[in-house]
């Protein structure tokens, strides 16, 4: 299987902050990474597909980057509503795994 | 919309089997558009993916629980069903089903593969 790190596992931020999120894989992916957010009590919500793609509807200031085993999450002005656990999924081979998750928190 | 929805019994006990159905509304359930996935997460913890099955029944599992694992699906009532034997308290988590949106390509390669619409989650806890 391929193993996902996420890091860090937890970050505080303030509104308007610029954070970055990374995930490793533990073998190559190229670029078949998805990211998704969670809010607590809530279902994941799928952010970005294939590594850089911003789903249809998701605010811009997400954006995704990386190919091989190294990739991030830039959430550019954070906002209230992105205070939340962010999951990092690949999809290069099956079994489909995730990563253990970031929590962004308020600072 | 579509909407997905899974239910079952809340507690299951030990060594007995979890038994979940999907049930998916206003969606193309019967089309070869999608796969259809269970994912599971123990309170306070990450995703797990168990599984997901093909319209055409054909079913691909996750390794760590393939000795306890069968879905299945009944497209006259656009369903899809998961089957967990001899749990534990291990697998006391909230169960989702999901509908996965595969690009071009063929199984198990996808130029692109996500999950992109999820069910509430319906809570199991294994206890005697």
């Known amino acids: 299987d391929i193993q996902m790190t996420q890091s860090p596992s937890s970050l505080s931020a303030s509104e308007g902050d610029r954070v970055t999120i990374t995930c490793q894989a533990s073998d190559d992916i190229y670029n078949y990474l998805n990211w998704y957010q969670q809010k607590p009590g809530k279902v994941p919500k799928l952010l970005i597909y294939g590594a850089s793609n911003l789903r249809t509807g998701a605010p811009s200031r997400f954006s995704g980057g990386g190919s091989g085993t190294d990739f991030t999450l830039t959430i550019s002005n954070l906002q209230p509503e992105d205070f939340a656990t962010y999951y990092c999924?690949?999809?290069?081979?099956?079994?489909?795994?995730f990563g253990g998750g970031t929590k962004v928190e308020v600072k | 919309q579509v909407q997905l929805q899974a239910s079952g019994p809340g507690l299951v006990k030990p060594s007995q089997t979890l038994s979940l159905t999907c049930t998916v509304s206003?969606?193309?359930?019967?089309?070869?558009?999608?796969?259809w996935s269970w994912i599971r997460q123990p309170a306070g913890r990450g995703l797990e993916w168990i599984g997901h099955?093909?319209?055409?029944?054909?079913?691909?599992?996750n390794p760590s629980l393939k000795s306890r694992v069968t879905m299945s699906l009944d497209t006259s009532k656009s369903q899809f069903s998961l089957k967990l034997t001899s749990v534990t308290a291990a697998d006391t988590a909230v169960y989702y089903c999901?509908?996965?949106?595969f690009g071009s390509g063929s199984y198990p390669r996808y130029n692109f593969y996500y999950m992109d619409v999820w069910g509430k989650g319906t809570t199991v806890t294994v206890s005697s």
């Open positions: 999924q690949q999809y290069e081979n099956f079994p489909l795994t």
């Open positions: 099955i093909y319209a055409t029944g054909d079913t691909n599992y």
């Open positions: 999901v509908r996965d949106y």
């Open positions: 206003n969606g193309s359930f019967s089309r070869g558009d999608y796969y």
